[in-house]
């Protein structure tokens, strides 16, 4: 089989002092039945109707014994694109597929990707007439346990397809009181995602990756336009090599924007550009703006509430809040001009009331805090734990049941243990 791929490399791992190169394959799967004559692109009314909590008959042994499917859009070079993505119980894995039908027939065709390692292969499922089809189909009829079989197989790139089968048990677990959030705009360029972190093409991704809110870092450039990046530096960690490195805001926003290439080719995001995407080109509630550099944040804050603005006008229930990790950044957002009113999230409890933050960061090393959680709940505050990443301890924070939301590199395995639910 012809495959495209895309692949992201990292280096820097020395081996008896030989460097070695690691990449994650995202193949393309041309499913010739998938694209055939006759089919059409699932509406949003019918994948929506796909969603829930199911158990894994056939497959189990890869992928645990549940997946989480939720269908989402995202705005892309003006169209509107829909996916439906699948969280399963292991290895923090997750897939990405597009879904077709025909009068009889559903069918969705995607990629999954293992986060513990580089293992990732094509999915192709269907959902026959009697098996499901005709039951979504009817908009009027509920969905109950067992009324909906997907069939189909899966494939590591290199190896012969493998059976696999879903069954529905349930409705996901309502998410409107619990922000999954995807640290540096969805996960970080080390784990060899498609998109380079705190990127436009990072924050699209994040919502198939199954967040409902982001994380960024925001940096300054030597002519004051606050950029999204998270290192202090041009490194080749982040940037592709072009002979430019050292501290990042020694440089302008045009020689950053016109020489510097991330990883993947984007170049280096405004903090405006990454904020149009959220608000125009995705469904995601939230943005935490944790601040990188030491200097004024009016223009931080400017650009806060310009957006909260447009949030308003359109409708959009959009939580913006400035992030104050420590006390040099927290003079300057008390040096703001009603600092008291403005939305911040704060990463030392004992400030939290002193500048009137609207929710805490609270580390999640720090382990469960029940107390003070509940102090600050019963005053309106918020608590979002970060960056949380161990499956153990995902499972673990999620079934406390306490806080509001959990910051991790691995939204994925997020939303499969709030889905599931206890």
């Known amino acids: 089989m012809k495959r495209k791929f895309i692949a992201i490399i990292f280096s820097g791992i020395l081996f008896t002092s030989c460097e070695k190169e690691f990449t994650a394959l995202v193949p393309e799967n041309n499913w010739d039945e998938f694209t055939a004559a006759g089919t059409s692109p699932l509406s949003d ?19 645990g014994g549940s997946v ?32 077709r039908k025909t009068d009889s027939i559903i069918l969705v065709n995607g990629y999954y990707r293992k986060m513990v390692n580089t293992e990732t292969g094509v999915v192709r499922l269907k959902i026959e007439y009697e098996k499901g089809t005709l039951l979504i189909s009817d908009l009027s009829k509920p969905i109950g346990s067992d009324s909906i079989i997907i069939t189909g197989n899966f494939s590591q790139i290199g190896t012969e397809l493998d059976s696999l089968q879903f069954i529905y048990k349930r409705p996901l677990r309502d998410d409107s009181n619990f922000l999954i959030l995807a640290h540096r705009c969805g996960g970080r360029t080390s784990d060899l995602l498609p998109a380079a972190e705190n990127s436009v093409n990072m924050v699209l991704l994040s919502t198939k990756l199954g967040a409902t809110g982001i994380e960024l870092d925001v940096r ?10 998270h290192d202090e530096t041009l490194n080749d960690r982040l940037i592709q090599p072009n002979g430019m490195m050292g501290n990042i805001a020694n440089y302008s926003y045009a020689q950053i924007r016109d020489l510097v290439r991330l990883t993947d080719g984007q170049t280096i995001p405004s903090l405006r550009e990454i904020l149009d995407v959220v608000l125009l080109q995705t469904s995601l509630r939230f ?51 009603d600092y008291l009113n403005i939305p911040s999230l704060n990463e030392r409890y004992d400030e939290i009331i002193n500048v009137n933050s609207n929710a805490w960061g609270a580390p999640w090393s ?43 590199n691995y939204p994925c395995k997020v939303a499969h243990s709030y889905y599931v639910g206890p």
Do not use: C
């Open 45 to 63: 009314s019918i994948g929506k109707r796909i969603e829930g909590v199911y158990e894994i008959s056939k497959g189990d042994a890869m992928f």
């Open 68 to 99: 989480a499917l939720k269908w989402v859009w995202t705005i892309e070079n003006s169209d509107t694109v829909y996916t439906l993505s699948g969280f399963f119980e292991k290895d923090n894995s997750y897939f990405i597929a597009s879904g």
């Open 220 to 229: 300054m450039t030597s002519d004051e336009v606050p950029i999204v990046y």
């Open 287 to 337: 943005v935490w703006l944790d601040v990188k550099y030491y200097g004024s944040l009016q223009l931080v804050y400017e650009i806060q509430q310009e957006y909260l603005l447009k949030a308003s006008q359109m409708n959009r229930d959009l939580v913006l809040l400035i992030g104050i990790p420590d006390q040099d950044v927290q003079q300057n957002f008390i040096a703001l001009p």
């Open 366 to 408: 720090l382990g469960v805090m029940r107390p003070e959680i509940e102090s600050l709940h019963s005053i309106g505050k918020k608590v979002y734990v970060w960056t949380l990443d161990s499956p153990a301890f995902i499972e673990q924070y999620v079934s406390e049941n306490i806080y509001d939301g959990i910051l991790s």
